[in-house]
């Protein structure tokens, strides 16, 4: 039974404008210059506080910093004019890939299970997926332990899964683990930087990604 891994922010949602949000308030709560927004989208898909290390330097409050995100990220959520927002075609291409009966769904995300956990159940997206990896249950993206704990969790081998993902760090995940990757462009990285992690193949629209995945499943 094939398992098809999704990373969440960039590939399945837009969340460009909550993570944004995020950092301008964090970062001011702590007196901090604020990041420049392509230096935080730049690193999306990495655990937070790697993030936050790279962005605010190893001297900054990285615990309470990571702290005030956990509490903020909620309640930017619940207001609309951040929430996550689906890609175009990504709510059907799931409903889709659901409903077969030889193919399992997983996540692995840099975002905590206590993050992304109520945001798939908003979407209406929790039941897809037989198995979640996230940031607080293995090391951050590029280390294959997400990959690797997800497979356990399906009972597939490597050769029987495929990841998709939007950066370089999914990509260099998903080669570490032995696993097929694939890279959309419409996330944070481009076509050229996803090649050169190792994507086996980049596509550019979610009908594409569907049609491939028709293809090979």
Same mark, same amino acid.
């Given at each position: 039974?094939?398992?098809i891994?999704?990373?969440?922010?960039?590939? @399945?949602?837009?969340? /460009?404008? +909550?993570i @944004?949000e995020?950092h301008r308030t964090? #970062?001011?709560k #702590?007196? %901090?210059?604020?990041?420049?927004?392509?230096?935080?989208? $730049?690193?999306?898909? !990495?655990?937070?506080?790697?993030?936050? &290390?790279?962005?605010?330097?190893?001297?900054?409050?990285?615990?309470d910093?990571v702290a005030?995100?956990?509490?903020v990220?909620? !309640?930017? /959520?619940a207001?609309?004019?951040? &929430?996550?927002?689906?890609?175009?075609?990504i709510?059907? +291409?799931?409903?889709?890939?659901?409903? /077969?009966? !030889?193919?399992?769904?997983?996540?692995a995300?840099?975002?905590?299970?206590?993050?992304?956990?109520?945001?798939?159940?908003?979407?209406?997206?929790?039941d897809?997926?037989?198995?979640?990896? &996230?940031?607080?249950?293995?090391?951050?993206?590029?280390?294959?332990?997400?990959? @690797?704990?997800?497979? *356990?969790? &399906?009972? =597939?081998?490597?050769?029987? *899964?495929?990841f998709i993902?939007?950066?370089? #760090?999914?990509?260099?995940? $998903?080669?570490?683990?032995? =696993?097929?990757?694939?890279?959309?462009t419409?996330?944070?990285?481009?076509?050229?930087?996803l090649? @050169?992690?190792?994507?086996s193949?980049?596509?550019?629209? =979610?009908?594409?990604? !569907?049609?491939? %995945?028709e /293809?090979?499943?």
């Amino acid at each position: 039974m094939p398992l098809i891994i999704f990373d969440f922010d960039g590939t @399945l949602v837009d969340s /460009r404008a +909550l993570i @944004l949000e995020c950092h301008r308030t964090v #970062f001011t709560k #702590f007196g %901090l210059p604020v990041p420049a927004a392509q230096d935080s989208l $730049a690193l999306i898909g !990495r655990s937070l506080e790697l993030v936050l &290390a790279e962005l605010a330097g190893p001297d900054a409050p990285l615990l309470d910093m990571v702290a005030t995100y956990g509490r903020v990220l909620p !309640r930017l /959520r619940a207001d609309p004019a951040f &929430a996550e927002r689906p890609f175009e075609g990504i709510g059907a +291409l799931l409903l889709g890939l659901s409903r /077969r009966s !030889r193919t399992q769904l997983g996540i692995a995300t840099g975002h905590t299970s206590e993050a992304v956990v109520p945001a798939l159940t908003t979407l209406g997206w929790r039941d897809w997926f037989s198995t979640i990896q &996230a940031a607080d249950m293995a090391p951050s993206k590029p280390h294959p332990a997400m990959l @690797l704990q997800a497979m *356990a969790a &399906a009972g =597939v081998t490597a050769g029987e *899964a495929v990841f998709i993902g939007d950066t370089s #760090f999914d990509m260099q995940m $998903a080669k570490a683990a032995g =696993v097929r990757c694939v890279g959309v462009t419409w996330g944070y990285h481009t076509a050229e930087q996803l090649r @050169l992690a190792g994507a086996s193949q980049v596509v550019g629209t =979610v009908d594409e990604l !569907r049609m491939m %995945l028709e /293809r090979s499943l």
